[in-house]
């Protein structure tokens, strides 16, 4: 049985390999350009906004501080990466979720040995948008609710030497619940139970979520981290964390019964 962290890692490498199979591609393409597009979008707001700040404050400086403008935009790129890294998982995943159900239901499918739908992905995704949506802001205000007291520990004396590592771990396992919500929400399983199979195997979970944290912080890197998590998650799923009793994928009930999940 595969339960240790190294197993978890090795999930998410496996990733790779799966977004690239035919049928599968273009899930990964719509999400991935609508992420480059806003965080492009973003960083050039915020670079115009940084550059008519650094030339109004360039009248007001005596000439002998013109050397500090090239400092100040290092600054800001520093700034910039650090925000973009911050916030790259809570925006993207917000962003990409209905992209990412359909995406976690074609690579099941491939595993399975079934065939990929080619038709009908348009229309079923503006369907589930919003409950995806709420499902996502849930999940969101979970994280927080226990964010927080972790937080307080780093400026507790003497508890914030753990502090940094308890963080770690908390948002490893944040981040691999994440990506699990995908296969396990297609099979209709609700956040109370896929926390439950995940704390059966805590250290494969917490190894994969460890991985998806490192590659996390690699710029560039980090814009393929979405779709290599799900489809991980969804090996995992399929492999570790799935039972014959399971239901179909919920959106094959629906449609079988002729409503939206």
């Known amino acids: 049985m595969q339960t240790s962290p190294l197993h978890g890692v090795l999930y998410l490498i496996r990733g790779l390999k799966l977004i690239l199979l035919p049928g599968v591609r273009r899930y990964v393409v719509m999400p991935l350009l609508i992420n480059i597009a806003v965080f492009g979008l973003l960083i050039a707001a915020g670079a115009a906004w940084f ?60 595993l399975r040995g079934e065939e990929v739908p080619t038709e009908g992905g348009l229309w079923q995704l503006l369907r589930e948008t919003p409950a995806i949506l709420l499902s996502q802001l849930g999940k969101m205000g979970y994280a927080a609710l ?32 994440e990506y699990l919500d995908y296969p396990m929400g297609n ?62 994928p919920q959106r094959e009930a629906a449609k079988r019964k002729g409503r939206s999940p």
Request: hydrophobic share 60%; glycine share 6%; with cysteine.
């Open 146 to 177: 226990r964010a927080i007291p972790l937080l307080i520990l780093f400026v507790i004396p003497g508890l914030n030497l753990i502090a940094p590592l308890l963080w770690f771990v908390f948002g490893a396992w944040m981040l691999a619940l």
């Open 51 to 110: 550059n008519s700040f650094v030339t109004s404050l360039l009248p007001s400086l005596p000439g002998w501080l013109d050397w500090l403008v090239w400092p100040l935009w290092v600054l800001f790129i520093l700034a910039a990466l650090l925000v973009l890294f911050f916030t790259f998982s809570l925006l993207a995943n917000l962003i990409a979720a209905p992209f990412n159900g359909l995406l976690a239901e074609a690579i099941e499918r491939r």
């Open 187 to 248: 099979h209709g399983l609700l956040f109370p139970e896929q926390r439950r199979r995940a704390r059966e195997r805590r250290l494969l979970v917490l190894g994969f979520g460890a991985a998806i944290s490192g590659l996390t912080m690699i710029p560039v890197i980090n814009f393929l981290v979405m779709p290599l998590a799900v489809a991980g998650a969804t090996a995992l799923w399929v492999e570790c964390f799935s039972s014959p009793t399971d239901d179909p």
